[in-house]
Antibody, heavy 127, light 109 residues
């Protein structure tokens, strides 16, 4: 059974830093891209960042570019999100998700839909 | 950025009836669209990918259709456990710049 378990959330002051982790099990971790998606309280889903299976390619939403860094340790089956210069608007539940690849029009892509998702970890940015 | 717009924001339907949820993309995403269900306090769950393919374990009462810019999620006969928030998501871009719709809350009438 595929499992994703996030940790590392908590209360942090504006301008502070936090590192989230996502421990994966039940699949060949290095074969899949992974992603972070967040959800502010009472709001919808917002994609944050993604990383290729090898870790060699990373992608970010404009809202976090330059402040957040996604990484992975395939030897430990763990995904990370280093969050710096945190703002109040970063307050959210952060989910990690396995990214399913797909093929279309003769080309195959590593980045498709998200399945499954972890249970999420809450990050609160407040003084 | 591809903007995803869902309608309606809230849909009130009686158990046993059919529910139809819409999702529109600001530009064509081909069939690169997924639907998720989210219940309070839970993580989203994948329902549909490729616009019309049900994910593993998803009941046949859930169906997806559409391509290009117009998509529909239909729940043929609502069960009590189906009342939740539903999100569409496009994955057409490469490099990825995923975007979600704002969600449709399906509530009991």
């Amino acid at each position: 059974e595929v499992q994703l378990v996030e940790s590392g959330g908590g209360l942090v002051q504006p301008g502070g830093s936090l590192r989230l982790s996502c421990a994966a099990s039940g699949f060949t971790f290095s074969s899949y891209a992974m992603s972070w998606v967040r959800q502010a309280p009472g709001k919808g889903l917002e994609w944050v960042s993604a990383i290729s299976g090898s870790g060699g390619s990373t992608y970010y939403a404009d809202s976090v570019k330059g402040r957040f860094t996604i990484s992975r340790d395939n030897s430990k089956n763990t995904l990370y999100l280093q969050m710096n210069s945190l703002r109040a608007e970063d307050t959210a539940v952060y989910y990690c998700a396995k990214v399913r690849g797909y093929c279309s029009g003769g080309s195959c892509y590593e980045g498709g839909w998200f399945d499954p998702w972890g249970q999420g970890t809450l990050v609160t940015v407040s003084s | 950025e591809i903007v995803m717009t869902q309608s309606p924001a809230t849909l009130s339907v009686s158990p046993g009836e059919r529910a139809t949820l819409s999702c529109r993309a600001s530009q064509s995403v081909s069939s690169n669209l997924a639907w998720y269900q989210q219940k309070p306090g839970q993580a989203p769950r994948l329902l549909i990918y490729g616009a019309s393919t049900r994910a593993t374990g998803i009941p046949a009462r859930f169906s997806g259709s559409g391509s290009g810019t117009e998509f529909t999620l239909t729940i043929s006969s609502l069960q009590s456990e189906d009342f939740a928030v539903y999100y569409c998501q496009q994955y057409n871009n490469w490099p990825p710049a995923y975007t979600f719709g704002q969600g449709t809350k399906l509530e009991i009438k």
